[in-house]
């Protein structure tokens, strides 16, 4: 199993702004997901990071408005940019382990 | 992964077993059958999965047709702590998970 943490758990923001969220597991994984949860809706994939390439992005997804890093193992950052009120859902975090995905508990995102 | 189809929603007395139905008629030989569970506000939380043979775990029991073109999670006992959307999912090989709509599982006292 893993454990995963995301920081922040949640957070109000003003449109146009941008936010970094964080995501640390206690184990090293070569792959970790970033996901989308719309209110009311299932969640959507938005990308795969892996350590030392470019993240691939779904369709409907691009780099400028959800740049993400994976500088190490246990580490990423989904960055959501020039927000819109739009952009308001539950971020969540996730990692391939041998057995299976685990998810994050989530960053709730209000943008005003 | 295969598509898989689920009822919206479904009631379960609390201390019954609750057993949710997903249909996966197109799955392939080397596909497994991976159940989540998503409790309000809260990530997705592994419950179990299986390729062939019945599965059972602290959590949940998952019973596989012969042919696996259908599954079912068995929670032997609810309680209301279960009340949660249940994801059926079939992913091929190693790419990352894709969630439907799930069945909305109410627990009800």
């Known amino acids: 199993s893993a454990v995963i943490s995301q920081k922040p758990s949640r957070d109000i923001c003003q449109r146009g702004t941008s936010l970094t969220i964080q995501c640390q597991v206690d184990?090293?994984?070569?792959?970790m997901f970033w996901y989308r949860q719309q209110p009311g809706q299932s969640l959507t994939l938005i990308a795969t990071?892996?350590?030392?390439?470019?993240?691939?992005?779904e369709s409907g997804f691009v780099i400028d408005k959800f740049p993400i890093s994976r500088p190490n193992l246990t580490f990423s950052t989904l960055t959501v940019s020039n927000m819109s009120p739009e952009d308001s859902s539950i971020y969540l975090c996730?990692?391939?382990?041998?057995?299976?995905?685990?998810f994050g508990p989530g960053t709730r995102l209000t943008v005003l | 992964d295969a598509k898989t189809t689920q009822p919206t929603s479904m009631d379960c007395a609390e201390g019954r077993a609750a057993n949710l139905p997903c249909n996966h008629s197109?799955?392939?030989?080397?596909?497994?059958v991976y159940w989540y569970r998503q409790i309000h506000s809260q990530g997705p939380q592994y419950i179990i999965h299986?390729?062939?043979n019945n599965e059972t775990n602290e959590m949940a029991s998952l019973i596989i047709t012969e042919d696996r073109k259908s599954s079912t999670l068995i929670l032997p006992h609810a309680t209301l702590r279960d009340t949660a959307v249940y994801y059926c999912?079939?992913?091929?090989?190693?790419?990352?998970?894709?969630f439907g709509k799930g069945t909305r599982l109410s627990v009800i006292a």
């Open positions: 996730s990692v391939d382990t041998t057995d299976t995905q685990y």
């Open positions: 184990s090293q994984v070569t792959m």
């Open positions: 990071a892996n350590q030392g390439s470019e993240a691939t992005y």
């Open positions: 197109t799955i392939s030989g080397n596909e497994y």
């Open positions: 299986g390729l062939k």
């Open positions: 999912i079939a992913p091929t090989g190693n790419t990352p998970l894709v």
